[in-house]
């Protein structure tokens, strides 16, 4: 397995809508692993394929870092199906944005479709941090940031920040 170079804030793959997977093959299920690794290695909590620069819809989450189960996960093709409980702020962060941690408003519980790397449909419900970085994924996978969800205030206020990710250091 090999480690991927993780794409930072300005990076144009970033903004990308990436596209459905429809045929798991081989190059793929490498591909995904070294997803996985890479998310392990820089000790994230999920890390969505365009990170690492490839415009397909799956991501890794770490449930480990959750003590919910016992292994981390490739999610492919995520949908989320239902969101309930209540809408609540709690802190985020993301690997392409090293440093920076900005308060999210995002919903407790939801209901998510998806294909295991058996090709396999299967749904589960999360809640809670579990609940918020599988949509912190899913945002990624449509080209949206965790940004993208402040204020125009808040996006203000973290302006300088925003250009010194850009220019690659840590903030
Ligand atoms: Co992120």
Redesign the pocket.
């Known amino acids: 397995m090999s480690l991927i170079p993780i794409r930072v804030y300005g990076e144009p793959v970033l903004r990308k809508v990436s596209s459905p997977i429809e045929n798991i093959n081989g190059s793929l299920v490498k591909f995904l692993k070294d997803m996985n690794e890479t998310m392990l290695a820089a000790r994230?909590l999920?890390?969505?394929a365009n990170?690492i620069g490839k415009t397909v819809r799956a991501f890794a989450i770490d449930m480990n870092q959750f003590d919910v189960l016992d292994e981390p996960r490739i999610i492919i093709n995520p949908e989320v199906m239902e969101t309930g409980g209540e809408i609540v702020t709690g802190e985020?962060?993301?690997?392409?944005?090293p440093g920076l941690y900005q308060m999210i408003e995002r919903p407790t519980k939801i209901t998510i479709k998806s294909v295991n790397l058996d090709g396999k449909e299967y749904y589960f419900d999360a809640q809670g941090l579990v609940a918020r970085v599988i949509l912190?994924?899913i945002?990624?996978l449509d080209g949206v940031?965790?940004i993208d969800k402040l204020s125009s205030a808040q996006r203000n206020l973290i302006k300088s920040k925003l250009k010194r990710i850009k220019d690659g250091e840590r903030v």
Do not use: I
Request: some cysteine; glycine content about 18%; proline content about 0%.
């Open positions: 994230g999920g890390l969505a990170q985020e962060g993301c690997l392409s944005f912190h994924e945002d990624h940031l965790f």
